[in-house]
């Protein structure tokens, strides 16, 4: 493994204070958010530029980043794939017609998950009073400690008074939870992609997801394909809760690659 790129959504992290004059003002971006859809543009974009030129790239996505890292392959062809391997970790794709056919108890938990979030505090004293809060409530305190301390370090902006904030604004995490149609497009995506790039599928035990939207995914269905299925301890937040499986995980599909499969 020579380069490991970590790319925000626009409205986490880094991306979210650089962007964060427009997030405010913009009417669209204070009431729409960003999409994960324009998220996968903004990747697309990256895997074009000449820092990934005749790169061998193997995607990781978790979540709702699962999804963006199989909807920005609308923008190739089949034959010119970016991704010599894909691997899902807990995605949240579902089909248009599996997330209707049981809407209210699809929409409970994405509905709880806002209302949450906009309720959450997002201001500390002190980094080191953020990570002494977040430590001792769920679902911070299930981290693992190296994944906890790093949230405080680089997840909080200074802010005036000395104090410090959430990077992400409450409302355009929340936001993120009502945009399905992503998860949809990308649902439909993965059956177009999955013969012709290896798509290893990665579960927690613990999940509701890993329940509700599983068995979609990897039995062929719609021509969506996995060249691997693990389920693994932990619950959604796998990545946060249990990164060494997780790693291990990652690492068994790494082994399984050679220079023949490279799609650049």
């Not at 604004?169 to 290896?198: C, K, M």
Request: glycine residues 6%.
């Amino acid at each position: 493994v020579h380069e490991a790129w970590a790319l925000d959504w626009q409205t986490h992290g880094d991306s979210a204070v650089l962007n964060q004059k427009l997030l405010e003002t913009s009417p669209s971006r204070v009431y729409g958010g960003v999409s994960a859809s324009e998220w996968a543009e903004g990747i697309a974009a990256f895997l074009r530029s000449t820092h990934m030129n005749g790169k061998w790239i193997v995607a990781v996505g978790h979540s709702a980043g699962a999804g963006a890292m199989v909807l920005l392959t609308q923008a190739f062809s089949l034959a010119t794939l970016p991704y010599a391997a894909l691997v899902l970790v807990e995605p949240t794709m579902i089909t248009r017609e599996h997330f209707y056919r049981n809407v209210d108890d699809r929409m409970a938990p994405l509905e709880l998950a806002a209302a949450a979030t906009a309720a959450r505090r997002t201001r500390w004293r002190s980094r080191d009073e953020a990570h002494t809060w977040l430590a001792r409530r769920i679902p911070w305190k299930s981290w693992d400690a190296r994944v906890a301390r790093p949230l405080s370090t680089h997840g909080l902006a200074e802010a005036p008074g000395g104090s410090v904030v959430l990077k992400c604004a409450l409302n355009q995490e929340a936001l993120g939870y009502a945009d399905t149609a992503p998860q949809f497009a990308a649902a439909e995506q993965l059956g177009r992609i999955s013969h012709a790039v290896p798509v290893h599928l990665v579960w927690a035990r613990d999940s509701l997801v890993c329940a509700q939207l599983s068995h979609i995914f990897g039995n062929g269905s719609a021509g969506r394909v996995a060249a691997s299925t693990a389920t693994l301890e932990g619950g959604h937040q796998i990545v946060q809760e249990n990164p060494d499986a997780v790693a291990d995980a990652i690492c068994a599909v790494l082994d399984t690659l050679r220079p023949s499969r490279s799609k650049l």
